[in-house]
């Protein structure tokens, strides 16, 4: 005769034994999956804090850099002044002794029997405006300028006759440029020839 063994209750033991070490398992992953996300987390979050304090470290610089940035603007805005300054008063000290000149040069140019009503002047063009006792006076002002070493381009606008006989005048409106420097004289050198 066989003998009969019960392995229910052995399979049961098996199945829950099975169920014991899934379980603890599961547990087991489901701490491991906790851990790994809190030491990600930490990671991260370090990772973002260290990130933003170099983003604070670097807008702190950068705040710095932008006040030293407009320092330098503002001296060089001081620099430009400064130096547009100074080339007035170098043009001005350049021109002192020119303003002289040009005066004299109007007194040396004005032939006898021309007066001068009015003068103006725009930029480095001089407007005249007088009279004459004759318009060949006027064309001897207009000689004198054109072989003056501190004007050129003498430009006659109108000249108007006044009055009959010997009281007769000639009104004219003229202009003159106003050169920066004298105009170089050219020297005329006569060789004299040996007639071979």
Do not use: C
């Not at 014991?20 to 491991?32: D, E, H, N, T, Y």
């Not at 620099?79 to 020119?98: F, H, P, S």
């Not at 007066?115 to 480095?124: I, P, R």
């Amino acid at each position: 005769m066989t003998t009969r063994v019960n392995l229910l209750p052995w399979r049961e033991m098996r199945r829950k034994e099975q169920d014991r070490q899934l379980l603890s398992i599961g547990v087991f992953a489901w701490m491991l999956m906790g851990l790994v996300i809190f030491y990600a987390h930490l990671h991260v979050s370090g990772m973002i804090e260290r990130q933003n304090n170099r983003n604070a470290y670097l807008n702190a610089e950068i705040k710095k850099l932008d006040k030293v940035i407009k320092e330098i603007s503002d001296i060089k805005k001081q620099r430009a002044a400064l130096i547009e300054r100074m080339n007035v008063i170098y043009k001005l000290q350049g021109d002192r002794t020119r303003i002289v000149h040009l005066m004299d040069e109007l007194v040396q140019t004005l032939p006898e029997g021309v007066y001068y009503a009015s003068m103006a002047q725009k930029g480095n063009t001089l407007i005249l405006k007088g009279s004459a006792q004759s318009n060949a006076r006027v064309s001897a002002l207009m000689r004198n300028f054109g072989s003056s070493p501190w004007f050129s381009e003498p430009d006659l606008k109108v000249v108007q006759a006044k009055g009959s006989g010997g009281g007769r005048t000639s009104n004219f409106d003229m202009t003159v440029k106003q050169l920066a420097a004298p105009k170089k004289e050219t020297k005329t050198t006569i060789q004299a020839g040996t007639g071979k």
